[in-house]
């Protein structure tokens, strides 16, 4: 009786904990951010400016910020770039989460959510390219076709929502019934090869939402992340650090089933050393138990009429690399913030994860001394992907956000995408020179080193658990841990 009545307390408990997490997330004001129109923005590798194109200062300003390659465009075209990368924010009203009762993220699931952004961003440059060679072959600059019809959030929509969660959540939520895999979507013959290209984009962009659901079956999803993430040690409702998700998510997209992904793997460093043996293997070697063969034959959709993959034609893979590093000891030090402007300037970037202390977000760009990022900290309903027509608009965001470099916690994961291992040897090339310490910085964030990791033996006797620190412990010393790191 006792434990009977102990299992309704605690549930009573989740309960009210979810509604107030609900509550206090789908309350929250949206201002305005202002942009200025003297200065550069730079988003993911590309240089917007918001004076008028004919004005000579606009193309200056945006070379010497990103390139004599950057690519120029005003406030619409930032717009529509912006709204299509993809958001993923807090969900409720979700089957329960492994190992927990739990049917929301909503207070603790950001860094998660921040890392399927990252990933997100990542498989976007991978199937729909992003002013490169796509793996569709395509070297158009791929946006969602109704971004500009996304509405900015406002205040009324948002306390409308949450009025309406309340009294649902008061009410006891509902539970929607399990899913099984995302059927194939029905593909109609368009006109034009411009329109059957635009078809084909779109199939690509709504297969790439529907593995980002939140339903066990989901091959990137909420529930398969808090799933690898039990194996290292973490629950549902914990805390999860930037360098913790960078390892989930190698483990998410290395176990992913989907055809789609097998052209696809990730790779961490290893306290904050890139060993570039290890990423070229990545890039050439089949997964684990799946043959040459079998990848070699599976488009993206196996039941659609998507095409074959560059990268499954042959037994090259892209990489997805995270290298998790600490900018900095109970702040980001000043000395990496051009450094960090220098990373969000390059094109095969798919953005930083990281944030304010205990708040995680998704930076994708700047513009002067502040941080562009999307923010995970939106509590939506539950979108049911399995469906050929689910709604796409709560996977985009109108509206941008911006934070001084200066609030930037010093513990995040940056992002790289790269294509191939030729492809590797280029922005290992380009990023050693990024990584060139000033005459003010002692160390560089992270190095390229030749060989495998394993010729070191860094790692040896270590626990699973240790290996995951981007610093080895030595036990000799003392060590101050701070979030993710151990700073000797």
Known sequence: MENKGSDEVETLKTKFVSVWHNVKYSWALKLKTSFSRNSPVLLLGKCYHFKAEDDDSVAEACSEACGEDSVVGNAEAFRKDFTSRVWLTYREECPPLPGSTLTSDCGWGCMLRAGQMMLAQALILHFLGRDVVSLMNSSTDWTWSEAMALQPLDTETWTTSAAKRLVASLQGPSRPPEHGPHPPLQSQAPGSAEEADAHLKEMYHRSLVSWFGDSPSAQLGLHRLIRTGLTMGKQAGDWYGPSVVAHILKKAVEEAMDPGLAGITAYVSQDCTVYSADVIDSHRAPRAGQPSAERSEAPPNSQSNQPVSASTLTDSRAVIILIPVRLGGEKTNPDYFNFAKSILSLDYCIGIIGGKPKQACYFV?????????????????????????????????????????????????????????QDYERISQELSKVLQ????????????????????????????????????????????????????
């Open 365 to 421: 760009g700047f513009q002067d001394d502040s941080l562009i990022y999307m923010d995970p900290h939106y509590c939506q309903s539950f979108v049911d992907v399995s469906t050929s027509d689910f709604p796409l608009q709560s996977y985009h965001c109108p509206s941008p956000k911006k934070m001084p470099f200066s609030k930037m916690d010093p513990s995040c994961t940056l992002g790289f995408y790269s294509k191939s291992a």
């Open 437 to 488: 310490p000033s005459a003010k910085e002692k160390y560089p964030a992270f190095t390229f080193v030749q060989g495998h990791g394993r010729d070191y033996d860094l790692s040896a006797g270590l626990t699973p658990e240790k290996r995951e620190w981007p610093f080895i412990r030595d036990p000799r010393r003392t060590v101050t841990t701070i979030g993710d790191f151990v700073l000797l």
